[in-house]
């Protein structure tokens, strides 16, 4: 069974650090680009960002440049936000999800079609 | 980056009924558009691709159409199970962004 599950959210003060993980399984991880969303509470879905197969390429919203890094290991069927200089507002549901892609005629068509159940950030102090 | 603003921001309607939801761009997206439905506590649920093609196993119920600016996702027969939000996002790019959502409810 295809499966993602989010793991290392917490409660933290505002300028820490967190390392959110995800753990992949049921399918060939090293073959998806990968993405975070995040949803605070009781608003819409956020794209975070994005890392292609082999992390060549790694894509960022523009509020979170420079403080949010995501990464992976392919060897361990992994994905990673690394989470600094945290701020209020990155207080959210961290979801990461597989990307998958099909192609139509010269159109390159992507969707999050596996979301893992989230991981609760809360900034505070 | 392309705003993508939802309309209307609550829907209410009865089981049975057809429900019209509208998903406009502040620029053109061609047809890299998706719809996602998510309950309460639950994570989103991919529904439409590339516009108009539905996910593995999305009811026929469900269908979307639109290109450029001007989307909209259709459920021609409310069941008890689609009371929701529905978000859009476009992949035309980076930044990916959703739509604010609409709120599907019982009336």
């Known amino acids: 069974e295809v499966d993602l599950v989010e793991s290392g959210g917490g409660l933290v003060q505002p300028g820490g650090s967190l390392r959110l993980s995800c753990a992949a399984s049921g399918f060939t991880f090293s073959s998806h680009w990968m993405s975070w969303v995040r949803q605070a509470p009781g608003k819409g879905l956020e794209w975070v960002a994005n890392i292609k197969q082999d992390a060549s390429e790694k894509y960022y919203v523009d509020s979170v440049k420079g403080r949010l890094t995501i990464s992976r290991d392919n060897a361990k069927n992994s994905l990673y936000l690394q989470m600094d200089s945290l701020r209020a507002e990155d207080t959210a549901m961290y979801y990461c999800a597989r990307v998958s892609g099909v192609v139509v005629v010269t159109a390159a068509h992507w969707y999050l079609d596996v979301w893992g159940r989230g991981t609760l950030v809360t900034v505070s102090s | 980056e392309i705003v993508l603003t939802q309309s209307p921001g609550t829907l209410s309607l009865s089981p049975g009924e057809r429900a019209t939801l509208s998903c406009r761009a502040s620029?053109?997206?061609?047809?890299?558009l998706v719809w996602y439905q998510q309950k309460p506590g639950q994570a989103p649920r991919l529904l439409i691709y590339g516009a108009s093609s539905r996910a593995t196993g999305i009811p026929d119920r469900f269908s979307g159409s639109g290109s450029e600016t001007d989307f909209t996702l259709t459920i021609s027969r409310l069941e008890p199970d689609d009371f929701a939000v529905y978000y859009c996002?476009?992949?035309?790019?980076?930044?990916?962004?959703f739509g604010q959502g609409t709120k599907v409810e019982i009336k």
């Open positions: 996002q476009h992949y035309a790019g980076s930044p990916w962004t």
């Open positions: 620029q053109s997206v061609s047809s890299y």
